[in-house]
């Protein structure tokens, strides 16, 4: 077993695994300081991972992909951590965060809608302007003064992150479209997608906290819905919209 500590979302964990794996992956958030908290995984958490991603695969109807016990333990990892955070109004969310002026705009969407590819755009228009905070899974914290949203190891498989934190101003749901368009939506509109998006935990307290962090996410960031064609248009669009 290895253990290290890190620093990430503001709040120290120790992780204690068993493949080396885990700690590469989380080597830029390193940190001396003393743990607020601690996770281990174990072989059933490999195991569990595993059965997972299974399941899924089998209702997406795909041949059944095979993970390396390394891999599976960094999801596992991450897992028990985003578990962790919701004690300290802290949620793990599906999205890709790109911060401009160091202001953070989240582009949400379904599996598959162009989340990363969206984002890419910005950078692509606004140079170094834009900085990528995370490209898969940033956890929200949420307070009473806004919500700030951390970059994480888990930046999704080309690693697109950093290890800063910035106020979230908007959450944004893309959409196909065959033209740029974009238009504030209410939290009603835009609830079921942030519960889709929203790690949900099996614990019911853990649940129902989760969902009240959901209702204050939804009533602290403005949201959005972007319909775009994928067209560096659709960064400046987007951008003009929400800012």
């Not at 950078?123 to 834009?130: K, L, N, P, S």
Request: aromatic share 10%; with cysteine; hydrophobic share 35%.
């Amino acid at each position: 077993m290895i253990t290290r500590n890190y620093k990430i979302a503001n709040k120290v964990v120790e992780v204690t695994s068993i493949h080396a794996e885990v700690h590469k992956y989380c080597a830029d958030y390193l940190t001396d300081d003393q743990a607020d908290y601690s996770v281990t995984t174990t072989q059933a958490d490999i195991d569990f991972e595993r059965e997972k991603s299974a399941r899924e695969d089998e209702i997406e109807g795909i041949p059944i992909r095979h993970f390396s016990d390394s891999y599976l333990e960094e999801l596992a990892v991450y897992r028990k951590i985003a578990e962790q955070m919701i004690s300290y109004d802290t949620i793990l969310f599906h999205g890709s965060v790109v911060a401009v002026d160091d202001v953070g705009y989240l582009f949400t969407a379904k599996s598959g809608t162009g989340k990363s590819t969206h984002t890419r755009l910005w950078r692509e228009y606004f140079g170094d302007w834009a900085v990528m905070v995370n490209d898969d899974k940033p956890l929200l914290k949420i307070t009473d003064s806004g919500v700030i949203v951390y970059g994480t190891p888990y930046n999704g498989k080309h690693r697109l992150g950093s290890n800063i934190s910035v106020p979230l101003k908007a959450i944004c749901i893309l959409t196909r479209d065959t033209d740029n368009h974009i238009e504030p939506i209410t939290r009603n509109q835009a609830y079921t997608m942030l519960l889709q998006q929203v790690y949900r935990p099996a614990d019911m307290l853990k649940m129902a906290k989760t969902l009240e962090l959901v209702d204050r996410l939804a009533d602290s960031v403005k949201l959005y819905r972007l319909g775009c064609n994928m067209d560096i248009s659709a960064a400046k669009i987007a951008y003009e919209g929400m800012k």
